[in-house]
């Protein structure tokens, strides 16, 4: 049976067109990239548990079997698979999913694997950016053995306020975020079809066109 999310403990939910309820987010990325998932995109253990071989390579398997799961109506396996990492680090739940990352990361391969880390800086009402959020979340996911590649200018994305969140894909396009991730991850060598580049296309355009140009 599928495990419910108490609104009290994930706040308002998203239900999956299986019945699943699965975190916000999840819905959010579904709504965002107009394909459909299913429960068993959404992985959670539902109490802590100790870190163990057994627990890791279960979590890595299942990040494996859900990732070549199609997700429109080609019926084609995806070629790339974003996985978010919920919570914060330092949460009591965490250290078995930062454990398993920092080890799928050294099973699939440096260019089929790629970290980002999201973090907000607040500004003070001076307007001062105050970075040392940021920089306790890196230390903590260096002492979780996440080790970052060096980190060059170009690689750090500014996301500020906008009026509307469905902004927030063009933002990342004026920054180089596509061509910076094509290069991390080499997608270029994988051969996607002249069909499913004009599917891209013709879903940005529409995308573009519906939440109109960012202020």
């Known amino acids: ?14 239900v999956l067109d299986d019945g699943g309820e699965v975190d916000l987010d ?18 959670k253990t539902g109490k802590t548990v100790q870190i163990v071989p057994y627990l890791r390579n279960a979590i890595r398997n299942w990040v494996e079997r859900v990732a070549i799961v199609a997700v429109d109506e080609t019926g084609v396996e995806p070629n790339v698979s974003i996985i978010e990492l919920g919570g914060a680090v330092g949460d009591i739940e965490s250290p078995l999913f930062l454990e398993s990352v920092r080890w799928l990361r050294g099973y699939t391969g440096k260019d089929n694997f790629v970290h980002i880390h999201v973090s907000l800086v607040p500004q003070t009402n001076g307007e001062q950016q105050k970075t040392k959020p940021t920089k306790h979340a ?4 260096l002492g979780a053995g996440l080790v970052p590649d060096p980190v060059e200018e170009e690689q750090m994305i500014l996301v500020h306020d906008i009026g509307s969140t469905y ?8 920054q180089g975020v596509i061509s910076l991730l ?34």
Not at 167 to 174: F, G, I, K, S
């Open 1 to 14: 049976m599928q495990a419910r999310c108490p609104p009290e403990e994930y706040g308002e939910v998203f």
């Open 26 to 43: 999840l819905g959010n990325y579904e709504r965002y990239s107009n394909v459909k998932r299913t429960r068993k995109k959404n992985i």
């Open 138 to 141: 890196i230390a903590s996911f």
């Open 167 to 174: 902004h927030v894909p063009m933002l990342l396009e004026q």
């Open 182 to 215: 094509t290069g991390l991850l080499i997608l270029e060598k994988l051969g996607v079809s002249e069909a499913l580049r004009k599917q891209g296309d013709e879903t940005w355009k529409a995308w573009k066109s519906l939440t109109g140009a960012p202020p």
